[in-house]
């Protein structure tokens, strides 16, 4: 059975720093499109980031320079480190896993993803 749990979110003020995990278990992440996702209630998904078996990562403009999506093939780990946050910043976070093609745009790891986990809740104060 494939799951997704992540951990790591919390309350931090502006300008602090979070590191995201998603630990995957019946499944390999070096096999899908691992990304993360995030999530305001009353609002659409946001794609933040994603990365592919290869290593190649993209980035919403909005947390390009801030935020670091990386993995551990060995620990079946996602990782998203999370620098200078701002309120804006603010939701509930995401790991997701898709088809390869997914990790072409941003937008598909929101909608086209094959898991999800629970999410994470990540609240930065002013």
């Known amino acids: 059975q494939v799951q997704l749990v992540e951990s790591g979110g919390g309350s931090v003020q502006s300008g602090g720093s979070l590191r995201l995990s998603c630990a995957a278990s019946?499944?390999?992440?070096?096999?899908?499109?691992m990304g993360w996702f995030r999530q305001v209630p009353g609002k659409e998904r946001e794609g933040v980031a994603t990365i592919t078996n290869n290593g190649a990562t993209r980035y919403a403009d909005s947390v390009k320079g801030r935020f670091t999506i990386s993995q551990d093939n060995a620990k079946n780990t996602l990782y998203l480190q999370m620098n200078s946050l701002q309120p804006e910043d603010t939701a509930m976070y995401y790991c997701?896993?898709?088809?390869?093609?997914?990790?072409?745009?941003?937008?598909?790891?929101?909608?086209?993803?094959?898991?999800r986990g629970q999410g994470t809740q990540v609240t930065v104060s002013s």
């Open positions: 019946g499944y390999t992440v070096s096999s899908y499109c």
């Open positions: 997701a896993a898709g088809p390869f093609w997914v990790c072409s745009g941003l937008g598909y790891i929101t909608l086209s993803s094959n898991y």
